[in-house]
Structures are given as structure tokens and as C-alpha cells.
Nanobody, 117 residues
């Protein structure tokens, strides 16, 4: 079993920055894809950013140019640098990992990001 623990959420004013971290049990190199998802009350959970084992990245259009996903294989940690935050970025952010396309996705417990105007 794998455990994912998110940290770094908090309160920030519009235009500010936060850096989220996801610490995984075991080597993150064993995961084909890791990423960040978010969910606001009354809305669907959406993919925010993903990174593959070969360092390919993908972002939802609304965060392109503002968010950056990265990996630290030595610390088995995935980060999400969030700049120029907007109130609509307010959500619970979840770390997720998947070893192979046909294996179950693992989820962290989430960290709350609140952006005020």
C-alpha cells in the first residue's frame, strides 16, 4: 500500500503564492503518473497538474503559466508551486499517484487552499 501526505495549504490573498508538497511512502519513481487534483464545494474534482515518470507534464488550462509541478525523487516528494493565485483557485487540493494505467489510483487526504480577494 502507498500513503500520500499533502502539506503547504493555507490562506493567501489574490496574487500571492503557495507551494504544496506531497510526500509518498516508497519511491515515487515507481509511479507512472503523479499529480494534483482539486475540488471546491459543489463542483467536480478536476485535474490540476500531472507529471509522468519521464517528466512529461500536463496542466488544466486555467492554471497554465501560473502553476508548476515538479518532483524530488530523492525525497520522494511532488511539489506544486502556485503563483498568481486567484479566488477561483480556492479548493481542497489532493495528491494522487498511479503506478500503471491499469492500476488503482492512490489519494492523499487533501490540503485546503483559500484565496481571498
Amino acid at each position: 500500500q502507498v500513503q500520500l501526505v499533502e502539506s503547504g495549504g493555507g490562506f493567501v490573498q489574490a496574487g500571492g503564492s503557495l507551494r504544496l508538497s506531497c510526500a509518498a511512502s516508497g519511491s515515487i519513481s515507481s509511479f507512472n503518473t503523479m499529480g494534483w487534483y482539486r475540488q471546491a464545494p459543489g463542483k467536480q474534482r478536476e485535474m490540476v497538474a500531472t507529471i509522468t515518470r519521464d517528466d512529461s507534464t500536463d496542466y488544466v488550462d486555467s492554471v497554465k503559466g501560473r502553476f508548476t509541478i515538479s518532483r524530488d525523487n530523492g525525497q520522494n516528494t511532488v511539489h506544486l508551486q502556485m503563483n498568481s493565485l486567484k479566488p477561483e483557485d480556492t479548493a481542497v487540493y489532493y495528491c494522487s499517484a498511479k503506478r500503471l494505467p491499469w492500476t488503482p489510483r492512490a489519494w492523499g487526504q487533501g490540503t485546503l487552499v483559500t484565496v481571498s480577494s
